[in-house]
C-alpha cells in the first residue's frame, strides 16, 4: 500500500524562526509534489519536484527531493504569519500525505 | 481563481436524496480528480478520470457514482448517503505529460447529510 507520511502534524512556532517539514514515502517516485491549503478554502500549487536532487524556492520557502532516501522537505526560512497554511505533499498518482498544519505566531 | 469550478459550494441533504455535484475546467486539462477531505481524514482521492475514461476507483462506495461526459465537466451522483459522508469533497484537473502532472484545485463543495 502506497503510503505518504508529514511530520510533524501540527507546527507552532515562531515569527522569524527556520523550520523543516519532513515528507516520507512508500514507493519508488520520481516526482513529489507540495500544495498549501488555507482554512476553508482549496488546494494550492507550491511546488513540482521533478528529479532526485531537485531543490526550488519560493520566497521563504524551499523544497527539495531525495528519491533515493524517499523524502522530500519543506524548509521554511525565517517565518512570517502570512505563511500559516495547512502544506501537503503527494506523489503520483496524487497521494497525499496527512497535511501539516503550521501556525506562525507574532 | 484556479480555472477548476465547483457547484454548489454548499450542499445539505437527507439520506434519502439525489443529488448531484458538478465540477467544470478550462484549462485544456485532460485528466479530472475527485476527492475526499474531511476533518479525520487526510485527502482521499476517489476517483480519477484520464481522457474521460475512468482509471482509479479507490474502493468507494457505490452511492457515489462519477460521470465525466466531456473532458471539461466531471460530476458526483450522490445517493442514499450516510452521515459519516459529509465532507469536503474537490474536484481537481490537470494535463498530464512526461514532465509533469500539476494538479489545479477547485474550491471544493461541502457537503453535509443529515
Known amino acids: 500500500e502506497l503510503k505518504v507520511e508529514q511530520n510533524p502534524l501540527f507546527l507552532s512556532m515562531q515569527e522569524g524562526k527556520n523550520y523543516t517539514i519532513y515528507c516520507n514515502y512508500s514507493t519508488t517516485s520520481d516526482r513529489l509534489y507540495w500544495y498549501r491549503q488555507d482554512p476553508g478554502k482549496s488546494l494550492e500549487s507550491l511546488f513540482v519536484l521533478l528529479s532526485n536532487g531537485a531543490v526550488k524556492q519560493e520566497g521563504r520557502l524551499m523544497a527539495s527531493l531525495d528519491t533515493k532516501a524517499r523524502l522530500s522537505t519543506l524548509h521554511i526560512t525565517a517565518a512570517v504569519h502570512d505563511l500559516s497554511a495547512t502544506y501537503f505533499c503527494?506523489?503520483?498518482?496524487?497521494?497525499f500525505g496527512k497535511g501539516t498544519r503550521l501556525h506562525i505566531l507574532p | 481563481e484556479t480555472g477548476v469550478t465547483q457547484t454548489p459550494r454548499h450542499l445539505v441533504m437527507g439520506m434519502t436524496n439525489k443529488k448531484s455535484l458538478k465540477c467544470e475546467q478550462h484549462l485544456g486539462h485532460n485528466a479530472m480528480y475527485w476527492y475526499k477531505q474531511s476533518a479525520k481524514k487526510p485527502l482521499e482521492l476517489m476517483f480519477v478520470y484520464s481522457l474521460e475514461e475512468r482509471v482509479e476507483n479507490n474502493s468507494v462506495p457505490s452511492r457515489f457514482s462519477p460521470e465525466c461526459p466531456n473532458s471539461s465537466h466531471l460530476f458526483l451522483h450522490l445517493h442514499t448517503l450516510q452521515p459519516e459522508d459529509s465532507a469536503l469533497y474537490l474536484c481537481a484537473s490537470s494535463l498530464l505529460t512526461e514532465w509533469g502532472n500539476t494538479i489545479y484545485f477547485g474550491e471544493g463543495s461541502w457537503l453535509t447529510v443529515v
Open positions: 503527494a506523489v503520483p498518482k496524487i497521494i
